[in-house]
C-alpha cells in the first residue's frame, strides 16, 4: 500500500472519531444543556448539525451511521426523544443523507443538496408525526419560534457546505 494512500486512510478515520465523538458527546449532554441555560437548545437540530457535519468531513458510511445511531443514542442516554419519535427522527435523518447523495449524484449543487435534503426530509417527519401522533402534535411543533429557527439553521448549514466544498 502507497504511503499516501495509508495518510488517507489515517486522516478519514481520525475524521470520523471526531465528528463521532462530538455528535455522540453533543447528543448526551442538549438535554443538560437545555436545562441548566433554559434555552431551548434542541431548536438549532443538534442531531442534524452533527449530521450535515458528518456528511461534509467524513465518509458516506460515516453519515448514514450518525443518521441512524444519534435517535438511538440520545434516548439511551436522555430518554428523549420517546422511541416512537425517535423511529421517525431516525428516519428523518437517514431520509436526509440519502437526498442529500442523491441530489449530489445528479449534480445538483451542493447548497441546493444540502438545503433540499433538510427541506424535504422535514416535510417527510411532519407527514409521519400525523398519523403516527396527531394533526394537533404535528402543528404544536411547528410555532413561530422554531419554524424561523429551522430556516435560519437550514440556511446555515447550507451556507457551511457551501463554504467548505468551494475550499476542497
Known amino acids: 500500500m502507497q504511503l499516501s494512500t495509508l495518510i488517507h486512510k489515517k486522516r478519514a478515520m481520525v475524521s470520523n472519531v471526531l465528528v463521532d465523538g462530538t455528535a455522540l458527546a453533543l447528543v448526551i449532554f442538549v438535554p443538560a444543556i437545555s436545562h441548566l441555560s433554559g434555552m431551548p437548545v434542541y431548536y438549532i437540530e443538534p442531531m442534524r448539525l452533527m449530521l450535515i457535519l458528518a456528511i461534509i468531513h467524513t465518509s458516506k458510511n460515516n453519515a448514514f451511521f450518525i443518521a441512524s445511531i444519534l435517535p438511538l443514542f440520545s434516548f439511551l442516554f436522555s430518554g428523549h426523544p420517546i422511541p416512537l419519535k ?12 440519502a437526498l442529500f447523495y442523491f441530489f449530489i449524484n445528479k449534480k445538483i449543487k451542493v447548497f441546493y443538496s444540502v438545503f433540499s ?3 424535504i426530509s422535514k416535510i417527510f417527519c ?27 439553521s437550514t440556511l446555515l448549514f447550507s451556507l457551511y457546505a457551501l463554504f467548505v466544498f468551494k475550499r476542497k
Open 117 to 119: 435534503s433538510i427541506f
Open 126 to 152: 411532519y407527514l409521519l408525526y400525523i398519523p403516527l401522533f396527531s394533526i394537533a402534535f404535528a402543528l404544536s411543533e411547528l410555532n413561530l419560534s422554531f419554524v424561523v429557527a429551522q430556516v435560519i
Open 86 to 97: 425517535m423511529m421517525v427522527i431516525t428516519a428523518e435523518l437517514v431520509i436526509n443523507t
